[in-house]
């Protein structure tokens, strides 16, 4: 039997009766509250385009929102358009987390450009695509590559888009890995401060791990990230037939089925979090969220047969790949598919919003790690295949025809 729980009734109707009043919560960030990297006309806010949903509209027309579609998010390795790929599950963080902010009195346009943005940084196959090239980057650079790290890069320094300050830091401090049952805001006052923990997340390999969001909205985000994915999942586990069905996870106070998680996680969040500076899960919601998220591992993400994938294949090739982008860069290979694909579609893009140096002079390892994080898991395999196509080495698919395997 399901298990759905619901607001108490006294605060149901103290929201209610503040609703109707027009009540928004006073740690919310207001539209005035704007921070902006640079002071352009064009970002004047208009009475039907307020800051934040310009950001959202930005992040939806930027030059590499698109590639979320054919990213993984969990299942790299099957044919399947029913599994969720990238660009659903940053909807589902949009949706559930204005779902929440809508009654906690939030801003619902910061909530939106936070959600949609913060994978924008993500690279094909996934956390094991990510691990893989912050390898690769980290050994010839001293730098680190996390998929946080640089969707801020991809929108504020590759093309910088004057995305503002609160939506950047909600987008680089959104880590969904590392749950805590209360979230207080940590100031931010500037991006003079910003760049500073930005370099030195960049510069230490657990440095991302202590960012707290500045805005309730951001920290929304944060919480809401894993909310989307945790019994989702699930679902598509059994959808891909790596589980036999959901009642083959263990219990919990938050019951086992993606619809079950979300809402009751809603419903706490909600219940212990109303008119207050924070947001927090009680004890017994917070630590069945780990345990549903310790599960997830065991059964799911750490499984051998994907595993051994992403060993046999996707990192060799990544490593292959990488030294050969390398080259181009190095060379000014204009020729290659490094400018004629990747540094293309940023200078088209950056004659709206230009840089001080050329983007072409950048860094080669900067360059090679940003084409490579750009590309969507088509793109990889088939650029692979372009590249050494006397190579053995190849993806394998579950097919659509291939069920059982």
Known sequence: MRHYEALSPDLEQLILEQQAQGWTSPYACKNSDVIRR???PSDVPKIYRQPFSKDADKILNSAFYNRYADKTQVFSFFRNDDLCRRALHVQLVSRIARNIGSVLGLNPDLIEAIAIGHDMGHTPFGHAGEHAL???YHARTGRCFRHNLHSVRVLDTIIPYNISLQ???GIVCHNGELPIAEYRPKPLSDFAEF???MQ?????EDGDRKLIPSTLEGCLVRICDMIAYLGKDRQD????HLIGSEADFSESAIGRTNAEVINNLEVNLIENSYGKPYLMLDDEHFCAMKQLKEENYARIYRMESVQKQVRDSVIPMMQEMYMHIYQDAVSHNESSCLYRHHIATVLEKQRWYPTEIPYAESDPDDLTMDFIAAMTDDYFVDYYAELFPHSTRRISYVGYFDEGQ
Request: charged share 50%; hydrophobic share 40%; proline share 0%.
């Open 38 to 40: 640079f002071d352009r």
């Open 134 to 136: 912050h390898d690769l």
């Open 167 to 169: 939506t950047l830091d």
């Open 195 to 197: 760049d500073r923990r």
């Open 200 to 204: 030195e997340c960049i510069m230490d």
């Open 237 to 240: 586990a059994v959808r891909a």
